[in-house]
Every structure is written in C-alpha cells, then in structure tokens.
C-alpha cells in the first residue's frame, strides 16, 4: 500500500483544484479576482512538495537551497503561464446557449456612412406636409437629409433619414411632401455648398450643380409601423412623377451589421460637406466652398 505524506497529498489536491479552476474558467462559470486567488491557493499547496521532495531532501546546504528554488521556480512559471491563458483565453460557450449579441449598427449611422465612395452634401431640415382629415392645417415633419454626387458617372441622388418616433401616418405624408418638392433640396445644396471633383485626366472640374439627377430617392425610416401598402402606395407616386424611390429600415440594418464600412467616429453636424475615401478614388482631388457664409 502506497504511503501519501502530507506534501504530496496537498500536491494532488493542488493539481486537482486547477483544473477544476480551468474547466469552471473555460466553460465561463467562474471569472474574475476570485479566480486568481484560488490559483494562488493551489500554487501555495504545491510548495511543501517543491521543497520537501527526495531530489531536494538528498542535497546539503546550498545545493539543497538551490534544488528548492529551482522546484518553486518551475511551479510559479507554470502558474503564470496558466493564468496568462485563462486572463486571454475565451471562454467555451454552453451547448445550446445563444451567441453572445453583436454590438449593431443603427439606421442612422448606416445613413451618414453609407456611399463612402460619394461626395455630397449633409444637412438637417424640416417639410412641410398637410393633414389627411383638413389639407388647411399644415405642419413640419423634421428630416435629415444628403445629395450624393458621383464624379465618375456625373450624376446625383438624393436621401432622407425619418426618426423612428415618427408616426407612419406623418412618415408617409412626408414621403409624398418629398415626392413634391425634391428639386428644392437640390436647390438648396447648390445655394449653399459649391463641391467639384476633378480627375487627374480631365482638364476640367465637375460641380456637384451641375450633374444629372438620377431621379433615384432613398428614405431610411424603421418605424414598424408603416406598412407595405403604405410603401407601396409611396412607391406608385413615385413611379407616376418619373421618380424611383428605395426605403431602407430595420431589415436594412440587420443585413448590414457585419458587412459595414469604416464607420465615422462622430456624428454628422449640419451643414457639412462628405467627402469620398481617398483610397477609392487615387488621383480625384475634391473641392468644397461654403456659399451660405459668404
């Protein structure tokens, strides 16, 4: 029958306790400062046998010092190697538990960061609609909204940003107000904003004013509420003023939360001119001058 000292029971409580502490840190059910000193625990308990075992029992004076402080050396650097591995390590996940949720991408930001390759213009506003019940009583829905300008194709389009905590009911009369009065956004970014792009071959610039309309309108609303039939009420006026529109909404979002670009690392202020990525267009060299300053 085997004799167990005291070290080397201590010992094997010790090796046990690790990887109890290993398998509760890996399957994500004990984190944190606790687990660390209870690392330190099992590390103290592996010490009688570091220094009190026969390799080390045999020697005399500072050999036997020697032999010590090599066994306790070994010990910490395998505990500092554990516990360099459970501090960087991750944790194994449940069988059946649900993935951990990814931090998305809001509707907004999507908005402001979408076409990273376009120049444009950005500003916040409000429309004017008018109510279903009395076409007399008029009030203001506000938007937020951008012209993009493609120097490459020479045209432009146009898109809004709607707040969630818009009703569907005002959305879609915004919608329509848009349909109605687009040219007044072009309008008002040619007054304010003066953008021109020019290539490395061409021998002039192109401004923003003076590309083609594409006749293209997207509107960023996610309000549950607004309904298919409303969109595809929205989507026949559009068609019948020769106008194409796009909504973009929660699912867009969804879609979109892995496969976004760069996103940028403040808001849009008003009034700000967007500028194409210089990575995407070598060459292309973009001018802007604030008109509504002068």
């Known amino acids: 029958m085997f004799d167990i000292s005291f070290s080397d029971g201590l010992a094997i409580a010790a090796i046990a306790l690790t990887i109890v502490l290993l398998v509760l840190d890996k399957a994500g059910k004990l984190r944190g400062p606790i687990l660390f000193v209870l690392l330190g625990v099992a590390f103290a308990m592996l ?4 220094i009190g075992n026969v390799w080390v029992s045999h020697a005399h004076g500072a050999v036997r010092v020697f032999r010590a402080m090599i066994g306790c050396c070994a010990i910490a650097m395998g505990y500092s190697l554990i516990s360099l591995w459970i501090s960087t390590g991750e944790a194994i996940p449940e069988v059946g538990s649900a993935p951990s949720p990814k931090q998305l991408v809001s509707l907004r930001q999507l908005f402001e960061n979408d076409w990273p390759n376009l120049a444009g213009y950005y500003t916040v506003g409000a429309i004017e609609v008018s109510s279903f019940n009395d076409s007399k009583v008029v009030f203001t829905v506000p938007i937020a909204w951008r012209l993009n300008g493609d120097f490459v194709a020479r045209s432009k389009f146009l898109a809004f940003f709607l707040e969630p905590k818009i009703s569907a009911a005002d959305a879609l009369r915004a919608c329509m107000a848009i349909a109605d009065s687009y040219s007044q956004f072009i309008a008002s970014s040619d007054s304010r904003v003066e953008i021109a792009g020019q290539s490395p071959d061409d021998t002039s610039a ?11 309108i997207f509107i960023y609303y996610e309000n549950p ?14 068609k019948s003023k020769g106008l194409s529109v796009q909504f973009r909404d929660a699912t867009y979002s969804w879609s979109h939360r892995d496969d976004h670009g760069p ?3 403040n808001p849009l202020v008003p009034n700000s001119v967007l500028l194409p990525d210089a ?16």
Do not use: C, W
Not at 47 to 50: D, G, K, R, W, Y
Not at 206 to 216: A, C, H, I, N, P
């Open 47 to 50: 010490i009688p046998l570091s």
């Open 206 to 216: 192109t401004y923003l004013r003076d590309m083609v309309f594409s006749k293209r």
């Open 225 to 238: 509420d607004f309904s298919l039939e409303q969109k595809g009420s929205i989507e026949s006026l559009y």
């Open 263 to 265: 996103l940028r690392h």
């Open 279 to 294: 990575h995407l267009y070598p060459g292309l060299k973009i001018t802007a001058k604030n008109l509504s300053q002068r």
